[in-house]
Protein backbone atom coordinates (compact mmCIF):
# COMPACT_ATOMS: atom_id res chain seq x y z
CA UNK A 1 0.00 0.00 0.00
CA UNK A 2 1.36 3.55 -1.13
CA UNK A 3 2.20 5.97 2.40
CA UNK A 4 -0.57 8.01 2.73
CA UNK A 5 -0.91 10.71 5.70
CA UNK A 6 -2.98 9.22 9.28
CA UNK A 7 -6.27 10.62 9.32
CA UNK A 8 -7.72 12.62 12.22
CA UNK A 9 -10.56 10.13 12.89
CA UNK A 10 -13.86 11.76 14.60
CA UNK A 11 -16.23 9.25 16.20
CA UNK A 12 -19.71 10.84 15.98
CA UNK A 13 -22.32 9.13 18.02
CA UNK A 14 -25.70 8.29 16.07
CA UNK A 15 -29.10 7.11 17.16
CA UNK A 16 -29.34 4.86 20.17
CA UNK A 17 -25.52 3.36 20.25
CA UNK A 18 -24.38 3.39 16.60
CA UNK A 19 -21.22 5.39 15.49
CA UNK A 20 -20.48 7.61 12.37
CA UNK A 21 -17.17 8.60 11.66
CA UNK A 22 -15.43 11.86 9.97
CA UNK A 23 -11.99 10.47 8.33
CA UNK A 24 -10.45 14.06 8.10
CA UNK A 25 -6.95 15.58 6.16
CA UNK A 26 -6.54 17.71 8.31
CA UNK A 27 -3.36 19.61 5.97
CA UNK A 28 -7.04 20.30 3.55
CA UNK A 29 -9.91 19.87 6.35
CA UNK A 30 -11.59 17.46 3.41
CA UNK A 31 -13.55 14.99 5.43
CA UNK A 32 -15.18 11.40 5.22
CA UNK A 33 -18.14 10.79 6.61
CA UNK A 34 -18.12 7.23 7.21
CA UNK A 35 -22.09 5.44 7.95
CA UNK A 36 -24.77 8.21 8.54
CA UNK A 37 -27.78 7.47 10.07
CA UNK A 38 -28.07 11.24 11.34
CA UNK A 39 -27.11 14.18 9.09
CA UNK A 40 -27.16 17.10 11.65
CA UNK A 41 -24.61 15.51 14.10
CA UNK A 42 -22.34 15.18 11.24
CA UNK A 43 -22.73 18.58 10.26
CA UNK A 44 -21.81 19.92 13.39
CA UNK A 45 -18.39 17.61 14.29
CA UNK A 46 -17.78 18.80 10.95
CA UNK A 47 -18.06 22.20 11.48
CA UNK A 48 -16.44 21.94 15.35
CA UNK A 49 -13.45 20.20 13.42
CA UNK A 50 -13.61 22.91 10.82
CA UNK A 51 -13.98 20.31 8.07
CA UNK A 52 -15.93 20.39 4.97
CA UNK A 53 -17.72 17.02 4.40
CA UNK A 54 -16.77 15.88 0.74
CA UNK A 55 -17.34 12.12 0.37
CA UNK A 56 -19.67 9.96 2.56
CA UNK A 57 -18.71 5.68 2.36
CA UNK A 58 -21.10 3.20 3.96
CA UNK A 59 -20.40 -0.34 4.97
CA UNK A 60 -23.18 -2.00 4.21
CA UNK A 61 -26.90 -1.30 3.73
CA UNK A 62 -28.92 -1.32 7.00
CA UNK A 63 -30.14 2.22 7.22
CA UNK A 64 -28.89 2.66 10.60
CA UNK A 65 -25.26 3.32 8.46
CA UNK A 66 -26.60 4.74 5.42
CA UNK A 67 -30.48 6.25 6.57
CA UNK A 68 -28.79 10.05 5.97
CA UNK A 69 -26.95 9.62 2.79
CA UNK A 70 -29.01 11.39 0.42
CA UNK A 71 -29.62 14.31 3.66
CA UNK A 72 -26.21 14.38 4.20
CA UNK A 73 -25.11 14.36 0.60
CA UNK A 74 -27.73 17.06 -0.77
CA UNK A 75 -26.63 19.81 2.60
CA UNK A 76 -22.37 19.05 1.51
CA UNK A 77 -22.59 17.71 -2.24
CA UNK A 78 -20.70 14.90 -1.24
CA UNK A 79 -21.20 11.76 -3.44
CA UNK A 80 -22.00 8.39 -1.89
CA UNK A 81 -19.49 5.68 -2.45
CA UNK A 82 -20.44 1.86 -1.17
CA UNK A 83 -19.80 -1.98 -1.67
CA UNK A 84 -21.38 -2.50 -5.59
CA UNK A 85 -22.53 -5.72 -4.15
CA UNK A 86 -25.17 -3.66 -1.98
CA UNK A 87 -25.00 -0.61 -4.78
CA UNK A 88 -29.42 -1.46 -5.34
CA UNK A 89 -29.96 -1.06 -1.54
CA UNK A 90 -28.22 2.24 -0.83
CA UNK A 91 -29.55 5.22 -0.55
CA UNK A 92 -28.12 7.83 -3.43
CA UNK A 93 -25.25 5.77 -4.47
CA UNK A 94 -23.08 7.49 -7.08
CA UNK A 95 -19.75 5.30 -6.94
CA UNK A 96 -20.07 1.71 -6.41
CA UNK A 97 -16.68 0.00 -5.13
CA UNK A 98 -15.25 -3.52 -5.60
CA UNK A 99 -14.55 -5.35 -2.50
CA UNK A 100 -10.63 -5.84 -2.58
CA UNK A 101 -9.99 -2.29 -4.61
CA UNK A 102 -7.86 0.65 -3.54
CA UNK A 103 -9.84 4.11 -3.31
CA UNK A 104 -7.99 7.25 -3.87
CA UNK A 105 -10.03 9.83 -1.77
CA UNK A 106 -8.87 13.39 -0.09
CA UNK A 107 -5.32 12.12 -0.14
CA UNK A 108 -5.44 9.12 1.53
CA UNK A 109 -5.12 5.63 0.19
CA UNK A 110 -8.18 2.87 1.38
CA UNK A 111 -8.53 -0.46 1.09
CA UNK A 112 -12.02 -1.91 0.91
CA UNK A 113 -11.88 -5.07 2.45
CA UNK A 114 -14.78 -7.59 1.80
CA UNK A 115 -16.56 -8.90 5.01
CA UNK A 116 -19.38 -10.86 4.31
CA UNK A 117 -21.59 -12.36 7.26
CA UNK A 118 -23.86 -9.95 8.80
CA UNK A 119 -24.89 -8.69 5.35
CA UNK A 120 -23.64 -10.28 2.11
CA UNK A 121 -21.86 -6.89 0.58
CA UNK A 122 -20.53 -5.74 3.97
CA UNK A 123 -17.07 -4.08 3.52
CA UNK A 124 -14.56 -2.47 5.85
CA UNK A 125 -12.65 0.38 4.97
CA UNK A 126 -8.48 0.04 6.00
CA UNK A 127 -6.62 3.68 5.94
CA UNK A 128 -3.20 2.70 6.55
CA UNK A 129 -3.84 1.34 10.46
CA UNK A 130 -7.23 2.37 10.72
CA UNK A 131 -9.94 -0.18 10.07
CA UNK A 132 -13.76 0.74 9.48
CA UNK A 133 -15.28 -2.07 10.36
CA UNK A 134 -19.50 -1.39 10.27
CA UNK A 135 -21.35 -4.45 12.17
CA UNK A 136 -18.68 -7.41 11.38
CA UNK A 137 -16.06 -6.06 14.60
CA UNK A 138 -17.29 -4.84 17.40
CA UNK A 139 -15.05 -4.14 20.47
CA UNK A 140 -14.80 -7.40 21.76
CA UNK A 141 -17.76 -8.75 19.88
CA UNK A 142 -19.12 -9.34 15.91
CA UNK A 143 -22.13 -8.36 14.34
CA UNK A 144 -25.32 -10.92 13.74
CA UNK A 145 -24.95 -13.13 11.11
CA UNK A 146 -28.06 -12.02 8.86
CA UNK A 147 -27.02 -13.03 5.13
CA UNK A 148 -24.19 -15.07 5.56
CA UNK A 149 -22.81 -18.20 7.06
CA UNK A 150 -21.17 -18.99 9.99
CA UNK A 151 -18.05 -20.14 8.13
CA UNK A 152 -18.06 -16.87 6.15
CA UNK A 153 -18.11 -14.65 9.14
CA UNK A 154 -15.54 -17.33 10.76
CA UNK A 155 -12.98 -15.95 7.46
CA UNK A 156 -14.08 -12.11 7.54
CA UNK A 157 -13.14 -12.18 11.42
CA UNK A 158 -10.43 -14.59 11.27
CA UNK A 159 -8.82 -14.56 8.11
CA UNK A 160 -9.37 -11.24 6.64
CA UNK A 161 -9.12 -9.02 9.69
CA UNK A 162 -7.17 -11.67 11.54
CA UNK A 163 -4.37 -10.76 9.13
CA UNK A 164 -3.80 -6.92 9.51
CA UNK A 165 -0.98 -5.81 11.55
CA UNK A 166 -1.61 -6.21 15.82
CA UNK A 167 -1.43 -2.69 15.87
CA UNK A 168 -4.65 -1.37 13.43
CA UNK A 169 -6.81 0.49 15.16
CA UNK A 170 -10.64 -0.80 15.44
CA UNK A 171 -13.62 1.88 14.81
CA UNK A 172 -16.68 0.17 14.99
CA UNK A 173 -20.25 0.53 14.23
CA UNK A 174 -21.66 0.24 17.64
CA UNK A 175 -20.93 0.92 21.56
CA UNK A 176 -21.81 -2.71 22.42
CA UNK A 177 -18.55 -3.31 24.48
CA UNK A 178 -19.55 -3.62 27.84
CA UNK A 179 -22.46 -6.08 27.30
CA UNK A 180 -20.16 -8.13 24.60
CA UNK A 181 -17.18 -8.18 27.35
CA UNK A 182 -19.63 -9.64 29.79
CA UNK A 183 -20.79 -11.95 27.68
CA UNK A 184 -17.13 -12.76 26.56
CA UNK A 185 -16.44 -13.57 30.55
CA UNK A 186 -18.85 -16.45 30.65
CA UNK A 187 -16.69 -18.18 28.38
CA UNK A 188 -13.23 -17.35 29.68
CA UNK A 189 -13.92 -16.29 33.29
CA UNK A 190 -9.68 -16.70 34.07
CA UNK A 191 -8.88 -14.39 30.95
CA UNK A 192 -7.60 -11.48 32.37
CA UNK A 193 -7.61 -9.12 29.62
CA UNK A 194 -11.03 -9.65 29.59
CA UNK A 195 -11.84 -8.74 33.11
CA UNK A 196 -9.11 -5.77 32.84
CA UNK A 197 -11.22 -4.34 29.08
CA UNK A 198 -14.38 -4.85 30.99
CA UNK A 199 -13.40 -2.85 34.01
CA UNK A 200 -12.00 0.19 31.91
CA UNK A 201 -15.05 -0.14 29.13
CA UNK A 202 -17.44 0.80 32.35
CA UNK A 203 -15.29 3.32 33.84
CA UNK A 204 -15.32 5.12 30.41
CA UNK A 205 -18.98 4.53 29.97
CA UNK A 206 -19.90 6.24 33.70
CA UNK A 207 -17.77 8.91 32.04
CA UNK A 208 -19.75 9.25 29.17
CA UNK A 209 -17.04 8.23 26.55
CA UNK A 210 -16.41 5.92 23.83
CA UNK A 211 -14.67 2.45 24.15
CA UNK A 212 -13.26 2.65 20.49
CA UNK A 213 -11.11 2.53 18.93
CA UNK A 214 -9.32 -0.78 20.20
CA UNK A 215 -6.61 -2.55 18.62
CA UNK A 216 -6.42 -5.75 16.25
CA UNK A 217 -3.77 -7.55 19.08
CA UNK A 218 -6.32 -6.35 22.22
CA UNK A 219 -9.16 -8.10 19.92
CA UNK A 220 -7.55 -11.06 19.94
CA UNK A 221 -6.73 -11.18 23.54
CA UNK A 222 -10.44 -10.94 24.69
CA UNK A 223 -12.79 -11.25 21.95
CA UNK A 224 -14.51 -14.31 21.80
CA UNK A 225 -14.99 -14.33 18.20
CA UNK A 226 -11.02 -14.31 17.38
CA UNK A 227 -10.24 -16.30 20.01
CA UNK A 228 -12.35 -19.76 18.51
CA UNK A 229 -9.09 -21.76 20.04
CA UNK A 230 -8.74 -21.18 23.34
CA UNK A 231 -8.54 -24.27 25.22
CA UNK A 232 -10.56 -22.90 28.22
CA UNK A 233 -13.45 -21.03 26.15
CA UNK A 234 -13.45 -25.07 24.20
CA UNK A 235 -13.76 -26.35 27.46
CA UNK A 236 -16.81 -23.60 28.70
CA UNK A 237 -18.48 -25.13 25.83
CA UNK A 238 -18.09 -28.67 25.89
CA UNK A 239 -18.92 -28.08 29.50
CA UNK A 240 -22.35 -26.99 27.92
CA UNK A 241 -23.03 -29.10 25.12
CA UNK A 242 -20.28 -32.41 25.18
CA UNK A 243 -21.35 -32.95 21.76
CA UNK A 244 -19.76 -29.59 20.75
CA UNK A 245 -17.45 -30.09 17.52
CA UNK A 246 -14.46 -28.09 18.53
CA UNK A 247 -13.14 -27.29 14.99
CA UNK A 248 -12.81 -23.52 14.86
CA UNK A 249 -15.93 -22.68 12.33
CA UNK A 250 -18.11 -25.20 14.66
CA UNK A 251 -17.16 -23.28 17.63
CA UNK A 252 -17.55 -20.22 16.14
CA UNK A 253 -21.06 -21.15 15.22
CA UNK A 254 -21.62 -21.96 19.03
CA UNK A 255 -20.20 -18.82 20.06
CA UNK A 256 -22.04 -16.63 18.01
CA UNK A 257 -25.67 -18.28 19.01
CA UNK A 258 -24.77 -18.33 22.27
CA UNK A 259 -24.29 -14.31 22.23
CA UNK A 260 -27.79 -13.96 19.99
CA UNK A 261 -29.31 -15.27 23.15
CA UNK A 262 -27.33 -13.39 25.67
FE1 LIG B 1 -26.05 -3.75 10.45
Known amino acids: MPTTPAPKVIPVPQLSDNYAYLVVNESTGDAIAIDPAEAGPL ?46 KIPGLAVALEPGQMVDVNGFTAKVLRLPG ?53 WCGHEYTVKN ?9 ANAAIA ?34 SPELIATLVAKDPAQATDPVSVFAAVRKLKDNF
Do not use: W
Not at 207 to 223: D, L, R, V
Open 196 to 229: ARLARAREQRAAGQPTIPSTIGEEKAFNPFLRVT
Open 181 to 189: LEFAATLEP
Open 43 to 88: LEAAEQAGASINTIFNTHHHLDHCGANEELGNATGAPVQASAIEGD
Open 118 to 170: HTDGHVGYLFGKDLFSGDVLFVAGCGRIFEGTPAEMYESLNATIGALSDDTRV
